[in-house]
């Protein structure tokens, strides 16, 4: 899924309204016009070409409408900067499999499969646009029924973050107590990973809607902010065996479809508990979660904090003479730790008891 959004989102970008290549599209299809243009002209799409002219000139909307009048196809860079050819005849394989029925549609998704390039098939019937990226076939829709859908994924998306932080907030309670169970460390990556997934779907909108979703990007911007921070720091601290990096484990919480969320052992077995591993067992952090919110903590002094005391208990225990012994803390800076962990640790209960 990511590999895909990966490929698929920097194009829906380059279509989307309030670019040059969106108006050129909107003006073929107000003149009742259809168009196949391939956005790229690489080899493998040069040895599917058969007939046509060569243009290579500035693109502009106007151009790309002009020649759309002609019945063949229109190949631009891959960066759309330029109209390379027009009215060309494209000749992809015809064993390659295609779903579509309609002869302009059946070319262009057989070209984007044969070249790996993104192919825009406009109809001239139906009046829509579709999307070709190697195997993906998306439909582009006009702004305000993509902007009404945007807009409810975000409220829900709010709704989720604002969970989100009332799970973390317990969870840091809970740290600080010392009475943190795997249940409770992997509910806050649970809450995580249901941010990110609607968060990619409103990614995707606000990416399709262009200029049009200005807004909406700068409010997605604020409810993902911390958010892969917290969860790469759950991560490290939760981890059972110090030797699984965090890149693995995170690449593995990926991977975990959105229906399998919900089941708590199933993201306790991405962090590497066994499958005997009851939800309920006492687990305790190393207290990477916490040392990042104390202000002007360089990451080489948690590490050395962490990698000294290997709990957030001990390191909570210790005094400052403990602290100041770490290699590279110093009497300034371990009094800042453990006034800061001081102050963490009262506004955390006080927070969840309040």
Known sequence: MASRDDRLLPILARVAPGTALREGMDRIMRSGKGAIIVLGAPPQVQAIVSGGFRMDTTFSAQRLSEVAKMDGAII?????????????????????????????????????????????????????????VDDTRYALEDSAPLLFRANQALSTLERYRNRLDEVAAALSALEVENVVTLRDAVTVLQRVEMV??????????????????????????????????????????????RRRKAPVVLAQLDDIPAEQLLDLSRLAAALGYGPDSGLDQPVAPRGYRLLSRIPRLPDRTVDALVAEFASLPRLMAATLDDLDAVEGIGAARARLVKEGLTRLAESSILEQYA
């Not at 579509?100 to 057989?110: I, L, Y």
């Open 196 to 241: 990110r997934r609607i968060a990619d779907e409103v990614e995707r909108s606000v990416m399709e809607l262009g200029s049009d979703g200005r807004l909406l990007q700068l409010q997605l911007t604020e409810l993902l902010a911390g958010v892969e921070a917290e969860r790469r720091l759950v991560v490290r601290d939760y981890v059972p065996d």
């Open 76 to 132: 631009l860079d891959a960066g759309a900067d330029r109209i390379l050819y027009a009215n060309v005849h494209l000749v992809p394989d015809p064993a390659i499999t295609t779903s579509e029925t309609g002869t302009r549609h059946r070319t262009a998704e057989r070209t984007a499969r044969a070249t790996a390039v993104p192919v825009i098939c406009i109809s001239e019937s139906m009046r829509t646009v579709h999307l070709y």
